[in-house]
């Protein structure tokens, strides 16, 4: 049997939506406080996982102790391992910051949607992962713009009550802002989420934090997040692709090469068709507010262009679920208080077998067989 692909953001169809005009933006939240709070020097921390090319995983974490290896033991029984993978590391050196040894252990083959046990670097805690599936439906989060505060807790709580097997984060992950020790606490944030599920992840412009002359940008992005670039043939971790249960997915970086001779340019000029609603082009959802400290959007373009169904400024997370090889539905989830909302849902179609393709296909058989 063929196996059929979906190609995320590329020729789907909008079939129906609702929109909500009433909402009231929410104020925001203070910074999250992170109590010391001392633990061996061997003991990883900071864990998180990426998928690393087919049936693989990649193992992250930070550990105090130089000393300390870069091996993983793991299996699909607690506490009994039957396998184990060694690794490599790094660290930087970012003024008068010294990062922790960084450890990325790829471990596999793996089994499809199946959970595994696994211990770093040869002591310490144990953690549990669940692997994506093989075929449809599969279900990612999408959440942007995280940061550290109040909202930020709440949006992490709620995609944690969702059934999803991947997290997409297109940018701003910490906030940092070239305060080192945010990135720790912003590992520490999310590694009870990010060491259970797959976290693929892009860079935004609060992950670019150069010195001129004394450190280069994504230093710190680049040593505590790596993705699956050199599997899917990238030369930068800044932009990769991947593919996961027949989707293929690919995440690109607002900060390599997009100028108008590049071809991320060209693939993203068709965002939009000549700035009209085009029922046969892609489908575009921008996302953010993750939780991050500067708040919300204030401005919308306005009035609202025809291309554009549904806009909200809220908190919150959005959930793709591709359900088979020709439907999708997206959700939007609001941060109502401390209450997750469903503010938004919309069922997305491929064009693969519609009038749109269907036309495209007569019209080039027609110049095909023009003499």
Avoid at 181 to 205: C, I, K, Y
Avoid at 250 to 277: C, I, P, T
Wanted: with cysteine; glycine share 8%; net charge negative.
């Amino acid at each position: 049997m063929e196996t059929k692909k979906l190609v995320i953001g590329i020729a789907i169809l909008v079939i129906s939506a609702t929109v909500r005009a009433d909402y009231v933006r929410p104020k925001p939240r203070k910074t999250l406080h992170f109590p010391w709070n001392p633990k061996p020097a061997s003991h990883p921390q900071q864990v998180h996982i990426s998928l690393a090319g087919d049936k693989h995983m990649r193992i992250s974490w930070i550990t105090e102790d130089e000393d300390s290896p870069s091996v993983v033991d793991y299996g699909t029984r607690s506490r009994n391992y039957m396998a184990t993978a060694q690794g490599e590391s790094t660290s930087y050196s970012y003024l008068f910051y010294n990062s922790g040894k960084i450890h990325h252990t790829v471990i596999g083959p793996l089994e499809d949607e199946t959970v595994y046990f696994y211990q770093c670097g040869g002591g310490g805690p144990e953690f549990q992962l669940k692997t994506p599936p093989s075929k449809f439906p599969i279900t990612f989060a999408v959440a942007a713009d995280l940061g550290q505060t109040g909202w930020t807790q709440s949006t992490l709580n709620h995609i944690g009550q969702c059934k999803y097997d991947v997290h997409l984060l297109p940018g701003d992950l910490s906030y940092a802002d070239y305060m080192q020790h945010r990135w720790d606490t912003f590992g520490e944030l999310v590694q009870p989420f990010a060491s259970a599920r797959p976290w693929m992840v892009t860079e935004g412009n609060h992950e670019e934090e150069s010195i001129p002359v004394f450190v280069d940008g994504f230093l710190s992005y680049n040593s505590r997040w790596k993705m699956p670039y050199e599997e899917s043939g990238s030369t930068s971790n800044l932009y990769y692709s991947f593919e996961v249960a027949g989707v293929h997915v690919f995440m690109l970086g607002s900060y390599a090469d997009y100028d108008e001779s590049s071809e991320q340019y060209s693939w993203l000029q068709k965002r939009v068709y000549n700035g009209h609603l085009d029922p046969c082009g892609a489908v575009h959802v921008t996302i953010g507010d993750g939780g991050n400290r500067e708040g919300l959007a204030h401005r919308f373009k306005d009035p609202q262009p025809d291309w554009s169904v549904f806009r909200e400024a809220s908190f919150g997370h959005g959930e793709l679920k591709i359900v088979n090889s020709t439907h999708a539905f997206w959700g939007w989830h609001r941060n109502d208080d401390d209450e997750s909302t469903r503010s938004d849902q919309v069922w997305i179609t491929s064009l693969a077998g519609s009038e749109c393709l269907a036309g495209k296909s007569y019209e080039l058989r027609k110049r095909l067989m023009s003499p």
